[in-house]
């Protein structure tokens, strides 16, 4: 609530400096409050800028898959803002209708239609890249340029229609926060990257877990390596340049007490991830982060209750290995969920982990062996409620990883069995 009550003030508050007298002659109510959409939708454009600049001190709070996730329903919802905007004004007055007409002003609708379909791109395809089969390094791209574009549209708008900014301090605020804005766009795509160089890695070793999964075996070139928290994530790039469009978050599967030599497990699921196991030893290598809240907590007296899908047992391969390396003796359960035994990966490093540390590992197949006796079908609320019975206690934490359906069924049966939300830990890889 405290992090939803800044970005509010973020949003609102460039808005109320606009109003602080002196104030030109009131119109009508529908008139001020389609001005006041178009304020709202300029604001929120430009916090969108902040909420993807990968702050540590703010992703270490709440996690980057939740500001991940939070940029695309705010992106949604400032759409609609923007887009209401014209509407409404057009509605309480039909001559807002010459900002769209060229004969008027040809320079003016070209860039203001220009920015309503550019809005249309960024959203539509943020929602349907992957159905549209449209290449992420070109989405990236394209998210890039076509919302700067927009903020720099707006901000021009504004500034000449002047009605509410004709004071020059007020011009001032505004030319700020867009300048703002795209300084934090050039950090990520130029600052960032120069940074992660000085840095490099080198592909040591590529294993294959399963059919579709790898794990890239990365050491340190001239530097001591990385020091993270155990269930912490990264952005990799792979390839002789950190400033490329090819760069995907992935979490960090090796254990945090070996910061000079860094796992990290990936599926085969897209475009770029299709081709990792052509990875080729002794290719460079890219990290920037580590970033996330998803962690393995340092009170050793927590009960944990790991429930995970597929590849999104990543994270807890790396708590599990930490707690191996630091002789952690708490009590760990873990909920593994896939189609078939041979799909599930990383389970002879998982059954090994069993063996040295107090981990219960339940299997739960969706085509299980005709000889299976353990969990079938998916994870349900019946499968949990029946294996974490003996784990219960005021200091049981929940992680839970993997697919969205899976997570969502998990989430909800949680809270079903009265376990405070305070306790359920959540991380959705699907952020890009």
Known sequence: ??????????????????????????RTFWVEFGVGLGFVGLSMMGVQFALTARFRWIAGKIGMDSMLHFHRQAGIVGFFFVLAHPIVLILANRDYLDFFDPRVNFMRTAALVFALVALLAIVGLSIWRKTLRFPYQWWRLSHGVLSASVILIGLGHTLMVGHYVSIWWKQAMWIALVAASILLLIQMRLLRPWGTSRRPWRVEGLIQETERVWTLQLVPLKHDGLQFRAGQCVWLSVGSTPFTLES??????SSAEVPEQIRITIKELGDWTSNIGKTKPGTPAFLEGPYGAFILPEDDSVTMVMIAGGIGVTPFLSMLRTMRDRGDTRRV??????????????????????????????????????????????ITS???????????????????????????????????????????????????
């Not at 969920?337 to 969706?366: F, M, W």
């Not at 839970?400 to 049966?413: F, I, Q, S």
Request: charged fraction near 25%.
């Open 1 to 26: 609530m405290l992090w939803l009550g800044l970005y509010i003030a973020m949003v609102l508050g460039p808005i109320a400096l606009v109003f602080i007298p002196p104030l030109p002659p009131a």
């Open 248 to 253: 995907h978050p992935f979490t960090i599967s």
């Open 333 to 378: 359960l873990l909920i593994f969920g896939g189609a078939t035994l041979d799909r599930l990966p990383l389970q002879n490093d998982l059954d090994d982990l069993s063996s040295v540390l107090d981990l219960k590992i339940v299997k739960v197949l969706e085509d299980p062996p005709d000889d299976w006796n353990g969990e079938r079908g998916f």
């Open 382 to 432: 019946e499968i949990l409620q029946r294996q974490k019975a003996d784990y219960e206690s005021s200091k049981t934490f929940y992680f839970v990883c993997g697919p969205e359906p899976m997570m969502d069924v998990v989430e909800k049966a949680l809270l079903k069995h009265d376990v405070p939300m305070h306790r359920i830990l959540s991380e959705r890889f699907e952020i890009a």
